[in-house]
C-alpha cells in the first residue's frame, strides 16, 4: 500500500549540500512519523532526523544538528533532507521511512515502511 523512494542522493566534497528527497505513494492522515536513516557498512542504521506529523517537532541525531534540515511539502507527499557542510562521515545510505501505528520513528524496529536507499558520498 504505502511506497517510499528516495532520490537525490550523490557525490560531493566536503563542505557541499545535497537535498535528499522521499516520494511517498499511498500516503494517509493516519501517518505518525517519517524519518531518514543513514547506514554505513558495518554499523547499525541509525536515525538522523525525524518530524512528527501532529506537531511538526522535529528532531536530529546530535552528529546532524544544526547542519542537517527536515521537512515535509504541503499538498505534496513529499519528504526532504536538506544536508549542508557536508563530511566524509555523512557518507552511507540514506532511507526514508515511515510509522503508522504511533510509535516513535527512531528506532528502526519502530519502522513499518522502508525506501530502497540513496547513497550519499562525501569525498575530497
Known amino acids: 500500500q504505502v511506497r517510499l523512494v528516495e532520490s537525490g542522493g550523490g557525490s560531493v566534497q566536503p563542505g557541499g549540500s545535497l537535498t535528499l528527497s522521499c516520494e511517498a505513494s499511498?500516503?494517509?492522515?493516519?501517518?505518525?512519523?517519517m524519518a531518514w536513516f543513514r547506514q554505513v557498512p558495518g554499523k547499525e542504521r541509525e536515525r538522523a532526523a525525524s518530524?512528527?506529523?501532529?506537531?511538526?517537532?522535529?528532531r536530529y541525531a546530535d552528529s546532524v544538528k544544526g547542519r542537517f534540515t527536515i521537512s515535509r511539502a504541503s499538498g505534496k507527499n513529499t519528504l526532504y533532507l536538506r544536508m549542508n557542510n557536508l563530511k566524509p562521515e555523512d557518507s552511507g545510505m540514506y532511507y526514508c521511512?515511515?510509522?503508522?501505528?504511533?510509535?516513535?520513528?527512531?528506532?528502526?524496529?519502530?519502522?513499518?515502511?522502508w525506501g530502497q536507499g540513496t547513497q550519499v558520498t562525501v569525498s575530497s
Open positions: 499511498g500516503f494517509s492522515d493516519s501517518t505518525y512519523c
Open positions: 521511512a515511515a510509522n503508522f501505528d504511533r510509535q516513535e520513528c527512531r528506532p528502526t524496529r519502530n519502522i513499518n515502511y
Open positions: 518530524i512528527y506529523f501532529k506537531t511538526g517537532i522535529t
